[in-house]
């Protein structure tokens, strides 16, 4: 049973537009979440997180917005750039502490 | 620079081979973790480990064991290998100072 879901396997969008990638997860206890990017033949790499106590965390190009009530993150980037290309995985962090990763985006931006 | 090192970045094994994929940290974190990487199911844990000697199987444990018989060091263990745990292996450490960081990776095929 997944519980936390990508339900978009990939996603493209054009250099200097607005990507936007999606995270749903079944347990209401889960507070804390995180994002990562990950190359083929590299281990995933911190991208950016959000405490629950927070609806909005921003990082440069990279803004993340949790919905509580929704069970539902988003993951913004602005301006998108061919560099962003990558598969992103969201993932939450519950106690005791073991993430538990959704199935990831690939995300293609287009020069 | 902190570093989770996995010793090889490919391997290629015959099936029913017993199969060692090491994994060492050197930022004295107490938490491991192995995952495994398929596409469209994202990372998913199949062992982790708080403390030296100690392990907590995740989510896939079924064909893996683990040892941890030092701090820094996490192995993960195919008794026998099957094609169907053909997949890329990331290894990751957690603590405090630097959060959760993962290894490159191992490309493992079973044949």
């Known amino acids: 049973d997944q519980q936390v879901k990508q339900n978009s396997p990939s996603l493209s969008v054009q250099e200097g537009r607005i990507s936007i990638l999606n995270c749903d997860y079944t347990?209401?206890?889960?507070?804390?979440f995180l994002w990562y990017k990950k190359y083929p033949a590299e281990g995933p790499t911190f991208l950016i997180s959000?405490?629950?106590?927070?609806d909005k965390n921003e990082d440069g190009r990279f803004t993340v917005f949790l919905n509580k009530s929704a069970k539902h993150l988003s993951l913004h980037i602005v301006p998108s750039q061919p560099g962003d290309s990558a598969v992103y995985f969201c993932?939450?962090?519950?106690?005791?502490?073991?993430?538990?990763f959704g199935q990831g985006t690939t995300l293609q931006v287009k020069p | 620079d902190v570093k989770v090192t996995q010793s090889s970045r490919y391997l290629v094994k015959r099936t029913g081979e017993k199969v060692f994929l090491e994994c060492v940290q050197d930022?004295?974190?107490?938490?491991m973790f192995w995952y495994r990487q398929d596409p469209g199911l994202g990372l998913r844990l199949i062992y982790f480990s708080y403390d030296v000697k100690m392990k907590e199987k995740g989510d896939i444990p079924e064909g893996y064991s683990v040892s941890r018989e030092k701090k820094e060091r996490f192995s993960l263990i195919l008794e026998s290998a099957s094609t169907n745990q053909t997949s890329m292996y990331l290894c990751a450490s957690w603590g405090f100072s630097y959060g959760y960081t993962f290894g490159s990776g191992t490309r493992l095929t079973v044949v």
């Open positions: 347990n209401s206890m889960f507070d804390y």
């Open positions: 959000i405490s629950s106590i927070k």
């Open positions: 993932a939450a962090d519950p106690p005791p502490g073991k993430l538990i």
């Open positions: 930022m004295d974190h107490e938490n």
